[in-house]
């Protein structure tokens, strides 16, 4: 199955969604009037695109159509593509350390899907032949560790795990010299999601990336905020909690498919200027997609 075909499919309900609230608005005549743009942002706002987002999404359609003349239904919707590609970006793959070790430090509140989405690229990194360890540093949450191994059978991958409620920065330092040891390509560490201020989540994890430095200067550390696309606007504020505490320099977006607004992805993206690398599209352990702009737009807004 293609790249866009797997959009299609994850993205169904978003596209559903906004398909019948577009050709409500465009069956009405072959143009565009005031009152349709108006609708029409009203629709975008309930895929949560966001306020501000939506604002500079319309204001471009409008200014577009002002100067060409133009107000047909296929003009607006091509309009809204380029617009909604602008805010995007290009599509953007996650760099590897060619010559030694790629950590992948994944963060995120509780529920949005982290422990899952660890699983998901040891499954991906492992098929493309890359040799992947799994550290549990989730020490806090009930099963966490359970969740995990769980995850490790379905994709073949070791992981260095201690005892619940232990020191997750212990876990991390293991993991470091295990990863070493067996000449790991990828080091992907699954952190806690509970901690309930700014200061806990800045000292955990500067604590692991104090680790980190000591023990693996030479490695690419990239740090990977996952979302989870259900939770509509609130998702913006973890965004801003997150990069702002955090030197989060990515994105995850999961649970696509289970939501009927995918907007929230435009909305993030918007917000924080920060790139989505992949995305979740499914319940499998192969549901982990690279994030591409053109295939997450078109799945959502091309109504034929």
């Not at 993991?175 to 790991?184: E, F």
């Not at 806990?200 to 979302?227: F, P, Q, S, W």
Request: aromatic share 6%; charged share 25%.
């Amino acid at each position: 199955m293609g790249l866009l075909s797997k959009f299609k499919r994850g993205l169904e309900k978003s596209k559903n969604f906004f398909a019948r609230g577009f050709e409500r608005i465009a069956a009405r005549m072959g143009n565009f009037d005031e009152d349709m743009l108006d609708e029409l942002e009203n629709l975008l706002l309930r895929s949560d695109m966001g306020v501000n987002c939506v604002e500079e999404l319309m204001g471009n359609v409008r200014t577009e159509m002002k100067a060409r003349g133009q107000r047909s239904r296929e003009f607006v919707l091509s309009s809204l593509r380029a617009g909604m590609l602008n805010v995007l970006g290009p599509r953007q793959e996650l760099e590897l350390n060619t010559s030694g070790l790629t950590i992948i430090l994944l963060v995120g509140v509780n529920g949005t899907g982290k422990t899952t989405a660890a699983g998901k690229l040891c499954y991906r990194y492992g098929k493309e032949g890359k040799k992947v360890l799994l550290a549990a540093a989730d020490t806090f949450r009930a099963a966490a560790i359970d969740q995990l191994r769980h995850w490790a059978e379905l994709s073949g991958t070791a992981v260095i795990a201690h005892q619940e409620n232990s020191d997750p920065t212990a876990v991390v330092f293991d993991a470091l010299q295990a990863a070493k040891a067996r000449r790991t390509d990828i080091l992907i560490i699954d952190t806690a999601g509970r901690l309930q201020t700014k200061q806990n989540l800045m000292d955990e994890l500067n604590k692991m990336r104090r680790i980190i430095t000591r023990e693996a200067g030479d490695a690419l550390c990239h740090t990977l905020l996952v979302i989870d696309a259900t939770t509509g606007q609130n998702a913006i504020s973890q965004a801003r909690l997150f990069t702002e505490t955090a030197a989060v320099n990515g994105l995850i977006l999961t649970k696509l498919d289970g939501n009927a607004k995918g907007g929230i992805a435009l909305a993030v993206a918007w917000e924080k200027q920060c790139p989505i690398f992949f995305a979740g599209l499914g319940e499998g352990v192969e549901d982990l997609e690279v994030f591409d702009p053109e295939s997450f737009v078109d799945s959502l807004i091309m109504t034929e």
